[in-house]
């Protein structure tokens, strides 16, 4: 089965082909960063013309690349939620009309089981069941996950996700967006050490996690640097510093205790901020001690892309989802309300 899969939740518009007998055939992106640059953050409306903009000529290309016709395609898989409704309304709409045409079937992805399922696109493929860490712009949760579509949710954040915290951290130390990658970048100049951040949570039991005391910590640091002339590059390098460590220390431990508990010994990062190194380290040593394996995708897959709605909705369609003629999106949309595929 050849499927087009399109991602337009938020600011990235991603269309992909996958092939359920040769994998993947082709992918491509276009971001939005330098759109929303200027304003600080996404907006929602610029978000959606840009899809617009984008995504008939990304399906051309990807056609193209895949060296196929439109005629060659099987199926259509599109975003339907959780994200930004009107941008995952032109996806949806787009993909859904491009079906119809066609004469194939469209299926509805969750955006989120398209992260917790791309790093299984890659070889070797972590094998069910894994303990899932999924970490993007707009959620932090483990979940064990037992088969495509049995996501039981272990813990979540309470307020901030990971990558939301990394982004307005960014922001009160006046980088630019996307915060989290900038602010990574920034921490590589800091020296660990210099200042200790709390790790959040860890001293309850269960797996909740809570980032925005870290943030506030974060704004009172630097404003305390501020106000007694401290406010050199390398001051701001050492707090972005101690806080990615105290994010990466939390994941971690939360990450562990999740293993521990449900005796998985099987591993995977996904999401946004599985890209960044330090705690792709820190995970991997962790896991190490702890005899087990981690699995994660590569770079480009960690944050938002059509290849993973392409391979969710691939398994989707081959375990013969069928949806109405209708087009439906969600801005919120719980991982754990999923039909299972088993
Ligand atoms: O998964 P994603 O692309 O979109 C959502 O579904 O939310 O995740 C985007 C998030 C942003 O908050 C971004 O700042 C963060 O992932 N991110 C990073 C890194 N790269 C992206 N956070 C920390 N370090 C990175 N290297
Ligand atoms: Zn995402």
């Not at 929602?44 to 056609?63: G, I, M, N, W």
């Not at 995977?268 to 792709?280: D, E």
Request: net charge negative.
């Amino acid at each position: 089965m050849k499927i087009l899969g399109i991602e337009s939740s938020c600011d990235e518009t991603g269309l992909a082909i996958y092939d359920s007998e040769r994998g993947l055939l082709a992918h491509a992106l276009h971001s939005q960063v330098k759109l929303h640059a200027e304003y600080g953050g996404v907006v929602p409306e610029l978000a959606s013309r840009d899809h617009v903009r984008y995504l008939l000529p990304l399906a051309e290309q990807v056609l193209k690349e895949a060296g196929l016709e439109r005629r060659d395609l099987d199926a259509i898989a599109y975003t339907a939620g959780p994200g930004l409704i009107g941008a995952l309304m032109v996806g949806a709409s787009t993909g859904r009309a491009m079906a119809l045409a066609l004469g194939i079937p469209a299926v509805a992805v969750h955006h989120m089981e398209g992260h917790l399922l791309a790093p299984m696109l890659e070889d070797p493929a972590p094998e069910f069941p894994f303990v899932a860490l999924l970490v993007s712009g707009g959620h932090t949760l483990l979940a064990e996950v037992r088969a495509v579509g049995e996501y039981k949710i272990l813990g979540e954040s309470l307020d901030d996700a990971a990558g939301e915290a990394f982004d307005k951290t960014a922001k009160l130390l006046g980088l630019g967006y996307p915060g989290g990658p900038l602010l990574a970048k920034l921490a590589e100049q800091g020296e660990s050490g210099v200042y200790t951040f709390p790790r959040p949570m860890i001293d309850r039991p269960g797996l909740k996690f809570s980032f925005s005391g870290l943030k506030t910590f974060t704004r009172n640091t630097w404003q305390d640097a501020v106000k007694t002339g401290d406010e050199s590059e390398q001051t701001k390098a050492n707090i972005a510093r101690a806080f990615e460590e105290a994010v990466v220390d939390t994941l971690m431990i939360k990450s562990r205790r999740a293993l521990r508990q449900t005796g998985i010994k099987t591993l995977v990062i996904a999401g946004g901020v599985g890209a960044n190194l330090r705690l792709r380290q820190g995970l991997q040593a962790m896991v190490d001690k702890e005899r087990a394996q981690l699995f994660y995708p590569r770079i480009d897959f960690c944050t938002d892309n059509g290849a993973m709605i392409a391979y969710a909705g691939c398994l989707r369609m081959l375990a013969g989802q069928h949806e109405p003629l209708i087009i439906n999106t969600r801005a919120r949309w719980p991982i754990d309300e999923l039909d299972s595929l088993t």
